[in-house]
């Protein structure tokens, strides 16, 4: 399971005496426990048998790979952020906090493999112009979800729609 890789990890991390990645990993596991709480407390409304809560409260690998693909996202959009301030420094920082985390996520689709499903997603839908874009982007990341960006399929879906 991928949240016992990640503990792994940091262990080897903290043994190894690597701050970054130990540090990087506990966020990573804090966010994994808080989304744990906040599915717990929503089936904790239904669910009385404290033993059956716990277990269906854990996250599978798919929820894991949700919540290490928002923290790439944060880190991205402070890359942005600190190159926009002048501070390459953090931004370099940001980066290899993204690449470390990117060996976490399942193999990424190519643009091409991306563009395919968006195209089909097109005619499934039937969308003809950009009103419809929600939709589009709608079907394609419930595919998709994990594999590629969803920056990568906006842009995809806008130049698709716009032809």
């Known amino acids: ?28 596991l804090t966010a994994i426990k808080n989304r744990e709480f906040e599915k717990r407390t929503k089936l904790s409304k239904t669910e009385k048998d404290i033993a ?8 599978n690998d798919e929820e894991i790979v949700e919540v290490i693909s928002s923290e790439i996202k944060k880190r991205k959009d402070a890359i942005e952020q600190y190159e926009k301030g002048g501070r390459p420094d953090l931004a370099e920082q940001e980066k290899k906090e993204a690449e470390m985390l990117m060996t976490y996520m399942p193999e990424q689709m190519s643009e091409e493999d991306v563009r395919a499903e ?46």
Not at 1 to 22: E, F, P, T, V, Y
Not at 119 to 144: F, H, L, R, Y
């Open 118 to 163: 968006v195209k089909k997603a097109i005619n499934e839908t039937g969308a003809k112009d950009m009103k419809e874009m929600g939709k589009v982007i709608g079907a394609v990341m419930a595919k998709v979800k994990g594999k590629a960006d969803g920056q990568t399929v906006s842009r995809i879906v806008k130049e698709e729609l716009s032809k």
């Open 52 to 59: 059956k809560l716990e277990e269906q409260s854990k996250l």
């Open 1 to 28: 399971m991928l949240k016992d890789k990640l503990q792994g990890d940091m262990m080897d991390a903290l043994k190894s005496g690597n701050s970054q990645k130990r540090t990087l990993l506990g966020m990573v």
